[in-house]
T-cell receptor
């Protein structure tokens, strides 16, 4: 089954304790991205990756790191989590990183989400 | 900067009634427009998308949306709502040549029996 998976689904941690949220897709997608969802704000992009070893900041990258060593995996790293990073996190992927003239292949597929609480 | 506005935070409709959820995007280059639905505790599922061509697009679960360039709108409609449609709906836009997908703040739909 084609899917984006995230682990863990739920996590409660304390301020300053490093954590990693994993994301994996089995669709051979080039593009992967992380979002956070907060009430009243919708989803905001944290980081994205155009391909292996190519990553860039989104709208709210502060306090986060990512890596893309393999095409299928795109982990999100919080080196020193703080309470303002309590949020619902979504990983997403799409087939191509570049547009294809409107052929319609570039919709993003989302993982099930990771609810993170930082105390 | 690109932005998406969903002016209705919360909407309640009766089961069987028609539904329209509003979405306006900031004017820019060729927009790619999407509607996603998020059921409680679930991830986002794509309902429909508009890239080009016919401005009325059909999606899954009986939803449709109409792209109106003159109004910078992409409103989502359904002629008859079912109780299972209760969820949060997000409009999103991406402009050709740009990577970022910008989401609206969402509209929470409640369905009354």
């Amino acid at each position: 089954e084609a899917q984006v998976t995230q682990n863990p689904r739920y996590l409660i941690t304390v301020t300053g304790k490093k954590l990693t949220v994993t994301c994996s897709q089995n669709m051979n997608h080039e593009y992967m991205s992380w979002y956070r969802q907060d009430p009243g704000l919708g989803l905001r992009q944290i980081y994205y990756s155009m391909n292996v070893e190519v990553t860039d900041k989104g709208d709210v990258p502060e306090g986060y790191k990512v890596s893309r060593k393999e095409k299928r995996n795109f982990p999100l790293i919080l080196e020193s989590p703080s309470p303002n990073q309590t949020s619902l996190y979504f990983c997403a992927s799409s087939l191509f990183a570049s547009d294809t003239g409107g052929s319609g292949v570039n919709e993003q597929f989302f993982g099930p989400g990771t609810r993170l609480t930082v105390l | 900067a690109q932005s998406v506005t969903q002016p209705d935070i919360h909407i309640t409709v009766s089961e069987g009634a028609s539904l329209e959820l509003r979405c306006n995007y900031s004017y820019g280059a060729t927009p790619y427009l999407f509607w996603y639905v998020q059921s409680p505790g679930q991830g986002l599922q794509l309902l429909l998308k508009y890239f080009s061509g016919d401005t009325l697009v059909q999606g899954i679960k009986g939803f449709e949306a109409e792209f109106k360039r003159s109004q910078s709108s992409f409103n989502l409609r359904k002629p008859s709502v079912h109780w299972s449609d209760a969820a949060e709906y997000f409009c999103a836009v991406r402009y050709m040549g740009r990577r970022a997908l910008t989401f609206g703040s969402g509209t929470r739909l409640q369905v009354q029996p």
